[in-house]
Structures are given as structure tokens and as C-alpha cells.
């Protein structure tokens, strides 16, 4: 449950025919029970209403249940609430301060014509990953306040690029003075005490070979081992093997970065197995890049492709309808999907 939840306060909405009777002291407490709990049949959106009027009631056990329900709520129901045109924006804002984190709830509330400043600045400040790109990149949301760009640039999950794309300049970081060489006196001179660079260099043991020679010694066995524990580097080098069983080791090691895997699939040359992997990582094809990427390899099934880009900016798809390194299926697509937003 998310803690930014504000106090209950009173709010006037048009309560269905449907809902009033569940609301009325007639269907006895266990009737409301049940439907704070979902369990009632009724509508998407009747559901929705009746659990955000049991949050702002006075019954703590019934407002338990209603933010529970609205927490593991199937995203399905929830959007056909956000299809309601004239869904009232208290309404919207629980859901976003509940769903922040749902990409796909997310992407209906943010286009939804009565979603307010409270929500938009909320999503500002809180969210991360797709949720914070797409509304970043949205550019009649940003429209709305100068207040969202200032919080976007505050959100510590939003990349340097995006900050930068919204006015953040870097700031200059002075260097450190470099301290001035300390001059020997006479007698420290002809003491002899200090190193000269004849017998520094005689100090410096012999250097090992190069982690890629060493590479070249290893079995498949240690390679392996290496790729699940090994260092960036060691990553960089086994990535590029061809043997299935190491490369898709270095997958599965730990300490992989989001950058490391962003530039596996941006490289178009990685093979199906490793594109596999990251597909079924939900944390990975969260982010927007990822997405991106993934959506321009001719390795990622065209359907995945396709239904990654409902989460693209108007400025991404129209890069792709004009690109030329994505099949002409994708460029269709983009191509459709521009007409329909005209329509």
C-alpha cells in the first residue's frame, strides 16, 4: 500500500443506481464486506466506485479491505473504470497512488482527459522506469505546469538524459589544485635517501597476462564459472562467445548492469537465446530502453515487438515509421498508429 496516500476527504460523485443500493444500510454490513473484497458481481467501473467510496467512508475494517482489493485488483478492471470519459479525477487519483508502479494502468491513467495536477505531480515525484518516461515524453501533460519538469529532474530514478532533454543543466564540479612537487633540500639531495626513477621501475613486478589471453587458456567449464561471477570486464569478453552455455551465463550473473543488458539487445548481431532471456525478465523489459532496443532486433518475435511499442512517445514511433533498419511490419504498425492518433 503505498504510504502517500492522503487523509480521507469529501468528495461529491455521481453514485450509480447499482452502487447506491450496495451503499445503503439495506444490504447490511456483510454485503458491503463482500463487495469491498471484490466479491460482489458487478461492473469495472461500478467496482471501482464502490471500493474509492468505501476508502473515503468512515468504516476502517471496510476501508481495509477496499485498498486491498484495489491493490491486487486484475489491471483488465481497472481500465475499464479508465475508459469511463467521465471518470472523476478523485477517483483516478487513488488508483495512481495505488497502481504507480502498473506500466499498463498507468499508461490509461496518464492519456485520460480528467487526471489531475495532484496525480500528474505524484507520478512526478514517485514513479520510475516506463510510468516516469512516459511522462516525460508526453508532451501536453508537461504542458500543464513548469512544476512536473522541476519534478521529474528531482525523481532520483530519472536518467541524466532525461534530465538534461528537460533543461537540467550538470553542474561543473571545480577540479581539486594539484599540489606543487615538494623541492628536496641540499642535504636531502645528497643524502641519497630518496627513489630514483631507475629504481622504481626496477620495483614494478612483471605485469600478468591480459584477462583476453588468459581466455584463450580457459575451458568451458571455467569459462562459465567465470561469466556467472566474473567482473564487467570479464563480462564484455564472455558475452561475446559463441558457446550458448557461456553467454547466457553472463546473463545470470548478479552483478550485470541495466546498461550491460541494454547493450545486448541493441546489439543485432546477439543471438535468439540471449534475447530469449531478457524477454522473460520482467525487470528488465520494464525499462524503456530495453523496449526500445528490443523492438528494432530482428530477433524479438514480431508480435512482443508490436506490443512493445503502445509504450513508445508519438516522437519514438514516428522515428520508426520513417526507420530503416526494422521490418516493414513494425514500420506499418508506426505508421497506423500515428493515423490513429490524428483520429
Known amino acids: 500500500m503505498s504510504e502517500n496516500l492522503a487523509d480521507s476527504e469529501k468528495v461529491k460523485i455521481v453514485i450509480p443506481a447499482e452502487v447506491a443500493k450496495i451503499m445503503s444500510k439495506w444490504g447490511g454490513h456483510s454485503v458491503r464486506l463482500a463487495a469491498a473484497r471484490g466479491a460482489l458481481p458487478m461492473s469495472g467501473p461500478n467496482l471501482i466506485t464502490v471500493l474509492f467510496v468505501f476508502y473515503h467512508g468512515e468504516q476502517k475494517e471496510l476501508k481495509a479491505e477496499a485498498l486491498s482489493t484495489l491493490e491486487t485488483l486484475p489491471a483488465q478492471i481497472i481500465l475499464s473504470a479508465l475508459n469511463q470519459k467521465e471518470l472523476h479525477p478523485s477517483i483516478i487519483d487513488l488508483i495512481v497512488r495505488l497502481r504507480y ?68 543543466v550538470e553542474p561543473v564540479v571545480e577540479p581539486e589544485p594539484i599540489p606543487a612537487p615538494k623541492v628536496p633540500t641540499e642535504k636531502e639531495e645528497d643524502s641519497g635517501d630518496g627513489n630514483s626513477d631507475e629504481e622504481f621501475d626496477e620495483d614494478v613486478e612483471e605485469q600478468s597476462l591480459s584477462k583476453y589471453q588468459e581466455l584463450q587458456e580457459m575451458a568451458v567449464s571455467e569459462k562459465i564459472k567465470m561469466a556467472l561471477t566474473g567482473d564487467k570486464e570479464w563480462r564484455s569478453l564472455l ?56 523492438i528494432m532486433h530482428p530477433r524479438t518475435p514480431l508480435q512482443t515487438a508490436v506490443r512493445f511499442m503502445s509504450f513508445l512517445s508519438e516522437k519514438n514511433i514516428r522515428e520508426l515509421a520513417k526507420s530503416r533498419e526494422v521490418g516493414q511490419a513494425i514500420i506499418n504498425n508506426a505508421k497506423r498508429m500515428l493515423m490513429n492518433k490524428k483520429h
Open 101 to 168: 508502479r502498473d506500466t499498463v494502468v498507468m499508461q490509461a491513467a496518464l492519456i485520460h482527459r480528467m487526471i489531475g495536477i495532484k496525480s500528474l505531480m505524484f507520478l512526478a515525484e514517485k514513479s520510475s522506469g516506463d510510468v516516469l518516461d512516459m511522462i516525460s515524453h508526453n508532451d501536453e501533460v508537461m504542458r500543464k505546469t513548469d512544476a512536473l519538469r522541476t519534478a521529474i529532474i528531482g525523481n532520483p530514478s530519472a536518467s541524466k538524459s532525461m534530465k538534461i532533454r528537460l533543461g537540467w
Open 239 to 294: 558475452i561475446r562467445e559463441s558457446n550458448k552455455q557461456v553467454n547466457t551465463a553472463v546473463l545470470k550473473n548478479p552483478r550485470i548492469t541495466e546498461g550491460e543488458v541494454i547493450a545486448v539487445v541493441k546489439n543485432r548481431s546477439a543471438p535468439e537465446e540471449l534475447i530469449r532471456i531478457v524477454l522473460l525478465n520482467r525487470d528488465w523489459v520494464k525499462l524503456i530502453d530495453v523496449k526500445k532496443a528490443l
